[in-house]
């Protein structure tokens, strides 16, 4: 007779397994001084460097124009490709194209967190991308597409990979793979981690120790903590560690991120309103030659619209000090102006709501997902009659000083954006109705939706990360 395998044992809890959230609270009220920072970037600034030199398309080294596809490729057939791509909506009937960047692999976005002195510290990287407009933002301790991490480059290996590959020396404390911009990208996606280790970790050059108190600290400086680190921010599980204190704005947004609270949404409702959205939708998308885009024209060595709107994809020869590889060429994407991602917020019952839009966009993997209460291009939007401009534009762009909780200008990520930003805008605001691809929800019930793909794009993480950033003050 056949004996049945014994079950494995069930893991004996570490001493250090207190609730995540309850400790990431902690970590959040931690908030030392930052000389010691502002010094790690002084100092990392002389041995890390990236610049970036503008050149036509058609002289990027490993790149050409595949007379095949009518697509801008690179010569391995890896990294990613400037395709065409024609777009057709039935409600309202409306056609477009435009060139869109097919990336088709998955990235880590990785936040490697550890004790220090009993708070949650994360390991920060001072990383310098091509697009950025200040040279080192603050980056997460993994970044790197799927190219990157498996060496395609030839390049050095990723420092600090091991943890986000290897189960057994990590503890996870988020994990999804989340959009990119779908209007800028194809599909792409990357895998956002956060992980905590008990293993001695040394920060090397380049990285650092902060506190999350630290981190949202410095979200309130431009163009400092880069796109990947605000997306993974917002996936951070801090409701159930939130605990009211006082009364007021910050009050409100503590109950707003605890779970359980008053909704005006259930969330299985939520989940229906998008899911409708998304079995209704009637957007067709075929990529095409970048030659058949009617609107956009091959002009001085780069590919622009006609009428000067939107962005240009650009060349770059880059040379880099510290990084994998010291020297490439590649195509970017350089946005015409600063894009607007704005939040309007409002108390119910004493808990902070957050009116959201379900937005469809050409790239996105499952046709829509949540987006800020107002995302644009303004200068793109001025000319625009009323019945046509974003709602509450007009709103957010002329909100009292008094009305803002947060407004930073912070850059898009800057391996694929040049020199590209978005001011990121809170707004305290009445209770406003809304209209159909509109929900006022809590924080709690977004914080769920992120752990979960594909439901929060990262124009929303990226500006929530900025609003949960007040998560023990007021304003910023």
């Known amino acids: 007779m056949s004996t049945a395998p014994a079950a494995p044992p069930i893991p004996v809890p570490s001493a250090r397994s207190r609730p995540a959230a309850r400790r990431l609270a902690e970590s959040a009220l931690t ?53 065409g791509l024609q777009v057709e909506t039935q409600s309202p009937l409306t056609t477009w194209g435009q060139p869109i960047v097919n990336q088709p692999e998955t990235g880590i976005l990785g936040l490697l967190v550890k004790e220090i002195d009993g708070i949650l510290h994360f ?12 040279g080192l933002q603050l980056s997460p301790t993994v970044q790197a597409t799927w190219s990157n991490y498996t060496g395609v480059h030839g390049g050095l290996p990723v420092p600090y990979l091991e943890f986000f590959q290897d189960p057994a020396r990590r503890r996870v404390i988020a994990d999804a793979r989340q959009s990119e911009q779908g209007s800028r990208f194809l599909r792409k996606r990357n895998r956002n981690m956060i992980v905590e280790t008990e293993e001695p970790v040394e920060a090397r050059n380049g990285f650092v120790w902060l506190t999350l108190g630290q981190i949202h600290r410095l979200l ?26 006082n009364e007021g704005f910050g009050a409100a947004l503590a109950r707003s991120l605890a779970r359980g609270g008053p909704e005006l949404h259930p969330l299985v409702n939520v989940l229906s309103w998008i899911t409708e959205a998304r079995t209704r939708s009637e957007t067709r998308t075929r990529t095409v030659s970048l030659d058949a885009l009617t609107d956009w024209e091959f002009t001085g060595g780069r590919i622009r619209h006609r009428a000067g709107r939107h962005f240009d994809v650009i060349g770059v020869r880059v040379k880099a000090v510290s990084r994998e590889v010291g020297q490439w060429w590649q195509p970017m994407i350089r946005a015409q102006s600063t894009q ?15 009116l959201m839009q379900l937005r469809a966009e050409p790239g996105l993997t499952d046709a829509a997902e949540l987006a800020p209460t107002v995302q644009c291009t303004p200068d793109d939007c001025a000319q625009l009659p009323p019945v046509e401009r974003p709602p509450f534009l007009d709103l957010v762009q002329n909100a009292r000083t ?14 694929r954006f040049y020199h590209t930003g978005s001011r990121h805008l809170v707004v305290e605001t009445g209770w406003l109705p809304e209209p159909p691809d509109f929900r006022w929800l809590t924080l709690g019930q977004l914080e ?29």
């Not at 970036?52 to 490709?81: K, N």
């Not at 607007?340 to 957050?354: F, N």
């Open 31 to 83: 908030v030392p001084g930052l000389a010691a920072f502002e010094q790690t970037v002084r100092d990392t600034r002389e041995h890390v460097l990236t610049v970036a030199e503008l050149v036509p398309l058609h002289q990027l080294h490993g790149w050409h124009y595949d007379e095949g596809t009518g697509f801008i490729a690179h010569e391995s057939g890896r990294f990613f490709s400037v395709e």
């Open 123 to 134: 390991l920060m990287q001072l990383k310098a991308e091509p697009g950025n407009r200040n």
């Open 220 to 245: 309130a400086t431009e163009d400092l903590v880069n796109m990947c680190t605000r997306s993974v921010l917002a996936c951070l599980p801090l409701g159930d560690g939130a605990s009211a204190r």
């Open 340 to 354: 607007l991602a704005a939040l309007l917020v409002t108390h119910v019952r004493g808990v902070l709501h957050v």
């Open 402 to 415: 008094a009305d803002i909780r947060f407004d930073t200008v912070l850059s898009d990520e800057g391996g």
């Open 448 to 476: 769920e939706l992120t752990q979960h793909s594909h439901y929060v794009n990262i124009q929303a993480r990226s500006v929530l990360a900025c609003l949960r950033s007040l998560f023990h003050g007021g304003d910023r």
